[in-house]
């Protein structure tokens, strides 16, 4: 799947997004109106302009980053080291975008300030998801100019703020989610299979389905599958080049996958020898991870007999190859806005208890927590759980725990605070009793690493 982000891959290309597609002004031999000390940087130019607002084209060697370093990483952190050198008002009035010199990654990038810190948010474009951009492409088409709405600098600020909102991308991802969950659930009622409840069961199903595809996608880009970080997407290509309309992928291909392939009883089939024009898929499978977590374990539900026919996968893979998922890891103050671990919690969460009578979710003891309560609580109990352990001032641990929130500027602690509070951050366990999606968890993990990359700034360590 093909989208206008995809085939971008030099400066004349960037030009017809900026300046054709979105309606901004070029601005040649502009100069920059602040200046950057960094070896890194091949090319800094101001590329597009809307009343005082600006484009910046930013071009690194990434030649420099060390030869066991990704080059999204060496991208990010130089990204971080240049906005630091940037005046706060040209981050704020400004759309920032990097590029390697072969112009295979890209990176459009945005800057928050929290508190005395900065928060960096980006799309990024590279070898692996440029068939996936279908998200960068439509929120980065809001930048476009309406000359009716747009009559200021503001007006475009307020676009940069709504085309890098991540809780927009979610909310968008969730509601077609839905659309294909309704639909497959649906044609499962159609089978109509006398299991009880006729919605109980086909609702269940579909979830579980739908829940091992996506935990997949985010699985292959690990490379487990021969290396391939495409897999799913190659697999249902070549069932469909071969095989489409035979109404086989579900029960000869895909329960082979889930129940065979990754519980290590797989044999070689036959129809999974293709010829040379397709990986092979018989080696592919033997050899796939052994994924102990119960989700790939047959149950109740995958004996009832359900087939879901190859026009719906269509609808599904449709849906799942669009979007880019990531395995990077988001820090409290960097984001890639893109699909990634945490859905999967949220999605189940937000489908129960859409799905569910509120009193029967509160009985079955589902509940969905908003971040900022979580973050609440968990950061309240963190300043009574180290006020206990170091016995540090309990206003000054506040003034640490919470510093994110405010303007405020964290605390200078002594060298023996900063051992302390490092050795109860590094030792400390956290149980989640009632958990469900690991949201909490996860929270609280991006806290813990917030806290200590303070201790290491005070200490002058990395």
Known sequence: MSFYLSNLKTKEDLLDIICNRWGFEYTP???????????????????????????????????????????????????????????????????????????????FVISEKIGSRIKLKRFSITPENRNRLRTASEQLDKFKIDPQKDTSTESIVRKKEQVFNVEEVTDRFFNEYKNVFDLIKKFLISQNRNVGDPQDKPHRYTHQLLNRLMFLYFVQKKGCFGGDKEFIHHFWNAYRDNFEGQNQFHLNWLNILFFEALNKKFYSRDYFKLGNNYPDFNSVLSQAPYLNGGLFKENELDFLGYSIEDSYFNTIFEFLESYNFTIEENTPFDQEIAINPEMLGYIYEMVVNVSEETDEAHKLGIFYTPKTEVELMIRNSLVEYLFNKTKIDKITLYEFVFAEKGEQKIPQFSQNEREKLLKELDEIAVLDPACGSGHYLVVILDILFELKEDIYQQMEKE
């Open 29 to 107: 031999n502009f100069p920059c109106p602040f200046s950057i000390q960094n070896n890194s940087v091949v090319e800094i130019e101001p590329i597009g302009k809307f009343y005082n607002f600006w484009i910046f084209y930013i071009v690194l060697d990434g030649n420099q980053r060390n030869p066991n370093q990704k080059i999204e990483t060496f991208l990010s952190s130089k990204e971080r080291e240049i906005f630091t050198q940037i005046p706060e008002a040209d981050r704020r009035e400004s759309l920032f975008i990097f590029s390697t010199g072969d112009g295979e990654y890209w990176h």
